[in-house]
């Protein structure tokens, strides 16, 4: 079993930043993907950003530029920067990572229960 729990959300204004961290935890042998999805009422989950266990990223187009994600691996914890948010990007915020719980085995999909972000003047 592994746990994904998230932090630092909250109410930022429009221009502002905030840094999201997501920690994993559990029967863990190895994290592969790691990543961070967004979710707003009534609208799909969509792939925010994403990074691989060798650090290769990859960006929606609506956050490139102002988005960072970063992993350490030795603490099996991915982050998001965001910079310049604007209103558009107010979303339930959730982890994800694909891990092997022991060698050999298949990995799965994991997430977190999410992270309220709100940005609003």
């Known amino acids: 079993h592994v746990q994904l729990v998230e932090s630092g959300g909250g109410l930022v204004q429009p221009g502002g930043s905030l840094r999201l961290s997501c920690a994993a935890s559990?029967?863990?042998?190895?994290?592969?993907?790691m990543g961070w999805y967004r979710q707003a009422p009534g609208k799909q989950r969509e792939l925010v950003a994403s990074t691989t266990s060798g650090g290769s990223t990859n960006y929606a187009d609506s956050v490139k530029g102002r988005f960072t994600i970063s992993r350490d691996n030795a603490k099996n914890t991915v982050y998001l920067q965001m910079n310049s948010l604007k209103p558009e990007d107010t979303s339930v915020y959730l982890c994800?990572?694909?891990?092997?719980?022991?060698?050999?085995?298949?990995?799965?999909?994991?997430w977190g229960e999410g992270t309220q972000v709100t940005v609003s003047s």
């Open positions: 559990g029967t863990i042998f190895s994290i592969y993907a």
């Open positions: 994800n990572a694909e891990v092997s719980p022991y060698r050999g085995t298949i990995p799965m999909d994991w």
